[in-house]
């Protein structure tokens, strides 16, 4: 956007209006709280892989929340984001599992 021209630019410039520091400041409450709960979850003491089980499911989650995803989905959701942090450390049974992968 920063190098459009008009009309690209002037296309563009009321998205931009959406990112007001009111507007991105209002889900840090629930983005800590999603980041408290996987933490919560790891072991509490030895190795975890932080990849997997915090820095890939918390933005797939704040994501699947803002874009109003059901939270029995989000693992799903999770899934399709590139493949890492699918299970974040709370794997479904095989009863709950989607046979195609």
Do not use: S
């Not at 942090?85 to 989607?98: C, I, L, S, T, V």
Request: net charge negative; no cysteine; aromatic share 2%.
């Amino acid at each position: 956007m920063m190098e459009a021209d008009p009309p690209e630019h002037t296309r563009l410039r009321p998205l931009a209006a959406a990112f007001t520091p009111r507007r991105t400041a209002e889900p840090a409450p629930r983005v800590e709280q999603i980041a408290h709960g996987l933490l919560d979850v790891l072991p509490p003491a030895g190795e975890a892989d932080l990849v997997q089980a915090f820095n890939a499911p918390l933005p797939a989650t704040v994501i699947a929340e803002l874009l109003g995803i059901p939270e029995e989905h989000h693992l799903d959701f999770r899934g399709g984001t590139g493949g890492h942090g699918h299970d974040a450390g709370r794997r479904r049974p095989p009863e709950q599992r989607d046979p195609a992968g």
